[in-house]
């Protein structure tokens, strides 16, 4: 299947697996973006703007904000995570993807595969670091404790509410 994304001029890609399988073995998601979106994520501002390119029903219980950032939106309540501007200054944001991580795993999620895939994936490793922290600093099911790293793991679909 071909996907054409309307927002990047000319940007097609291609499907070439199954939606939500045949993952890379070391990259094991414990959310999907519909479940993510659902549980409030990025503010609720995140690919507002391009929710015609994915399955209408990872929208139909997102927590979306059109407008602008709002991290009430965010199943933590809190912001936790860094403007876009700050990811292009680093140059963490590729043109294939220029929305970032979340949008990568998207089409990944979706069956598109590219070139960039080893390297989010090493991101997503390494974000586990996190996952750590919280066990060592949090009890199990405190959901108050670090909500901002909570969330900021939700934003990478790790699912810090089972930590």
Known sequence: MIVNDRMQQGYVYYLTAPMGRKFDPGFEPQLTPAQMLALGVFGGKYM?????????????????????????????????????????????????????????YCRYYMGRRSEDDARQIARWRAIRRHVTQLRRSCL????????????????????SRVL
């Open 48 to 104: 507002t703007d391009c929710v015609q390119e994915f399955p209408a029903s990872w929208f139909r219980k997102a927590k979306l904000s059109p407008l602008r950032y709002d991290a009430r939106l965010n199943f933590f309540g809190v912001r936790a995570s860094q403007p876009l501007a700050v990811w292009r200054e680093k140059g963490w944001i590729w043109d294939e993807d220029p929305r970032g991580w979340f949008q990568w």
């Open 140 to 159: 199990r099911g405190d959901l108050g404790c670090r909500p901002r790293q909570r969330q900021a793991l939700l934003h990478w679909a790790y699912d």
